[in-house]
Every structure is written in structure tokens, then in C-alpha cells.
């Protein structure tokens, strides 16, 4: 069974709109898909509509921006009730901070010589959702860069003129919100984060102490050997294992929807709780 539980669509930063990502999917063999897009929860009836139609599950998913340790890390929820009114409300606290640090990344880049930043980003974002993606998109398009990722390099990450502060929930909100709504939280991408051993540790003990039960083992943005050593963390602290590609966009080469390895033979598959 090809199982993808992190995948985004154009209801935050992806490329493709939801009935659209489901098709490619399924196309590409995915049995159980998650659509989890940034700080919101938009995307999910158009998602659940497409995947009756393509014969595929779809799982509730979300991934929530959080600030720990004055780091921003982020927290995928799976398979709740988006309804949930402590999570709707979270939700729009979120999508207020990304409206101001997008009108904050627009000035500072203004201030660097770029102008009509928020505008542009806006054209990519279809008027919501706000994000870097869609500045980097504006960048590449206005030729101050050549792709995504040289933009994040050069003005979107620390100490580089577009980047702002994050200001996300609390990672006990987070969770909070995801458990209420009867879903489970997941450590997204943790190698991603470039914490030593023990800081990630720490985060995984503050994750659980406030009801965390899983992190991504499998992702598309991690090697064998992330893969393996987020296999023994998960097994040290008995998490669940998720697996997610984290597709954007099918124009980015190095991440395919739902063609992800396995999990490590030890681990406990998050979706035991679901399926
Ligand atoms: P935001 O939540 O608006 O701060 O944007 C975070 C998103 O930006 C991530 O989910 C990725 O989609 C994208 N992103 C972050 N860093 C990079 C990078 N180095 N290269 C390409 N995309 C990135
Ligand atoms: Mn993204
Ligand atoms: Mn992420
Ligand atoms: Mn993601």
C-alpha cells in the first residue's frame, strides 16, 4: 500500500489545486493521502470530493507553524475533525501573523530595493495564504533570482533582507488543538530543523509531555540516514512513524508525491491509529 501523509496544495503553497493533487496521487499509485497544507484547512472538501472520485482515502491533515525555543518548527495533524472550534480559531490567529510578516517581508524588501513584493506575492497566492513560497515565486518571476531555492538562500532565511521573524503558535496550542479535534500531532521534517541530537531530543520530550504521539520518520526531504536516525528516536521514545513526501509542485524534480521507501522495519505505523 503507497500510504503520502504530507502534501500541500494551492489552499496554502503548493502548485496544484486540491482535486488536482488528489488525481496526480492516484495516478502515481498513492492508496491513503493526507492533504496538509499550511495553516489551514481549505483544501480538504475539494480533496475529499476528487478522492470518492479516484477511489483513494483521504486523510484531514494540516501542518501547523510553530515557534519553540524561538525556532520555527512545524507540527502536522492527522485525521481530525476540522471543525474543531479551538483549532478554527488557531487557524485564524495564524493566518493573521502570516497577513502581518507578509506586509513586514514586503517592506523590508522594499527597503532593499524590491518593489511591489506584497502585490506580487498576492498574484501567486490567489489573494490568501500568504507565505514565503509565494514571495520566492514573485522573486524568480521579477528575475532577482534564479529559482525557489536560491531565493530562500539570498532573501528569505536569517539575516538575509526579506526574512522576518516567525511569531507562530506555542507548540502546546498546536497540539492542543490537533488532540481536541480528536487528530494525532506529528514532528514534521525533523531532521530539516539542523538541531544537534540533544535539542532534538528536547523538542520531542516537550512534543510529548503536551500529548505529541508521532514524527516523520520517512520524508521527502530526508536522506537514508536522517530516515534511520529518526527510526531510532522514534523508538527510543515509542512515537508512532509517519511518512510524507511534502510535495509542492510537480516542477520540482527532488520531491515526487507518494514515492516514498518504506518505514524502517522497527517502527509503528502512525496510520495503525486510522486506517
Ligand atoms: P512559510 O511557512 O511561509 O514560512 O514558508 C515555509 C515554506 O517555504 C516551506 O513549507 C517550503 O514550502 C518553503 N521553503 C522553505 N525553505 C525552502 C528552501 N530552502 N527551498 C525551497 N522552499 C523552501
Ligand atoms: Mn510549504
Ligand atoms: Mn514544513
Ligand atoms: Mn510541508
Known amino acids: 500500500m503507497q500510504i503520502d501523509l504530507h502534501t500541500h496544495s ?36 475539494e480533496a475529499r470530493c476528487a478522492a470518492i472520485a479516484a477511489g483513494i482515502q483521504l486523510i484531514n491533515g494540516i501542518e501547523l507553524s510553530v515557534t519553540w525555543n524561538k525556532r520555527t518548527v512545524h507540527i502536522v495533524g492527522l485525521n481530525f475533525d ?19 510578516r507578509a506586509r ?12 511591489g513584493a506584497y502585490e506580487g506575492a498576492m498574484r501567486f497566492s490567489g489573494g490568501k495564504m500568504l507565505g514565503r513560497m509565494h514571495f520566492a515565486n514573485f522573486l524568480v518571476d521579477s528575475g532577482h533570482a534564479k529559482n525557489v531555492r536560491k531565493v530562500f538562500k539570498h532573501y528569505l532565511v536569517q539575516n538575509k533582507p526579506g526574512h522576518v521573524t516567525g511569531n507562530w503558535a506555542s507548540l502546546e496550542d498546536a497540539v492542543s488543538w490537533i488532540t481536541g479535534a480528536g487528530g494525532i500531532a506529528v514532528i514534521a521534517h525533523p531532521a530539516r530543523y539542523k538541531l544537534t541530537r540533544g535539542k532534538l531530543r528536547h523538542l520531542i520530550k516537550d512534543f510529548m509531555a503536551v500529548g505529541g504521539r508521532a514524527i ?18 522514534a523508538s527510543d521514545f515509542d512515537l508512532y512513524a509517519s511518512a510524507g513526501s511534502d510535495f509542492h509542485d510537480p516542477d520540482f524534480p527532488w520531491i515526487k508525491l507518494g514515492q516514498l521507501p518504506p518505514l524502517p522495519r522497527q517502527c509503528k505505523p502512525v496510520w495503525d491509529l486510522f486506517l
Request: proline letters at 4%; hydrophobic letters at 40%; glycine letters at 10%.
Open 216 to 233: 516523520e520518520v520517512v520524508s521527502g526531504s530526508h536522506d537514508l540516514n536522517e530516515t534511520k536516525t529518526m527510526a531510532c528516536h
Open 10 to 45: 494551492t489552499a496554502s503553497d503548493g502548485r496544484l489545486i486540491p482535486s488536482q493533487l488528489v488525481a496526480c496521487a492516484a495516478g502515481a499509485g498513492v492508496d491513503v493521502l493526507a492533504l496538509t497544507d499550511h495553516d489551514g484547512t481549505d483544501g480538504l472538501e
Open 82 to 100: 476540522p471543525d474543531f472550534a479551538p483549532l478554527k480559531a488557531g487557524i485564524l490567529s495564524l493566518q493573521n501573523f502570516r497577513e502581518t
Open 104 to 115: 513586514e517581508i514586503a517592506y523590508k524588501l522594499e527597503k532593499s530595493g524590491i518593489k
